[in-house]
């Protein structure tokens, strides 16, 4: 059966992404600083050319792709750099809805996500699509299966779980390999801090 929630969190994600983000056809094109030097690196990329060795910087090939597969459906607009973020905050909208599940009811959860993406888009804040931003479903997909190693009693830190936050690691890297090391260290103290807990409670 379909969960009405999806829809709210889909709508949310286009929502935001279409009325915040400058990636958006609502906004003028000059507006864009890191996601128009991403956007030719993207097309150099995907025409096979070779960049100079300061190219990468701390970013990774999966970054030039995504931007490499938007100019492709759209050359000349960013729009494919949007359906890109639309697709990236379903996903992290959805997976922290997901984890505020397990320890809220519906109506609650809802609604974190949607203080989560005020506080997030926040006019303050500059709204331009980074690296970081495509780094946020994989992000939210493991804290998620973190937490729920903990919360669940039936749970535990298995396998599957496992495979999860190490792929979302990888990726994380291969975006953006500073944010992969933050986030593998993160990990790390997280699954010390869930043994500690769980040797705690036997």
Not at 20 to 25: A, G, I, K, M, V
Not at 57 to 76: F, H, M
Not at 110 to 116: A, K, Q, Y
């Amino acid at each position: 059966m379909f969960d009405k929630h999806l829809l709210w969190i889909l709508l949310l994600s286009i929502g935001t992404v279409l009325l915040y983000s400058n990636d958006s056809f609502l906004y003028d094109l000059s507006s864009h600083f890191d996601s128009a030097w991403f956007m030719q690196c993207g097309k150099w990329m995907v025409q096979g050319r070779i960049p100079y060795v300061d190219f990468a910087d701390s970013k990774g090939p999966l970054l030039w792709l995504i931007y490499g597969i938007s100019s492709l459906i759209s050359p000349c607009t960013h729009l494919g750099v949007c359906v890109f973020s639309v697709i990236s905050y379903f996903i992290a909208y959805l997976f922290s809805y997901k984890t505020l599940r397990l320890l809220c009811d519906n109506s609650q959860s809802i609604l974190g996500v949607i203080l989560m993406a005020i506080i997030y888009w926040n006019p303050l804040f500059m709204s331009e699509t980074r690296a970081e931003h495509f780094t946020f479903p994989v992000v939210s997909m493991s804290l998620f299966h973190l937490l729920k190693s903990i919360v669940q009693k039936e749970s535990r830190f298995d396998f599957q779980n496992g495979l999860v936050v190490g792929c979302s690691v990888a990726i994380s890297f291969l975006i953006k390999w500073s944010i992969g090391a933050m986030f593998f260290g993160f990990v790390l103290a997280f699954l010390f801090i869930a043994s500690l807990l769980s040797t705690k409670n036997r």
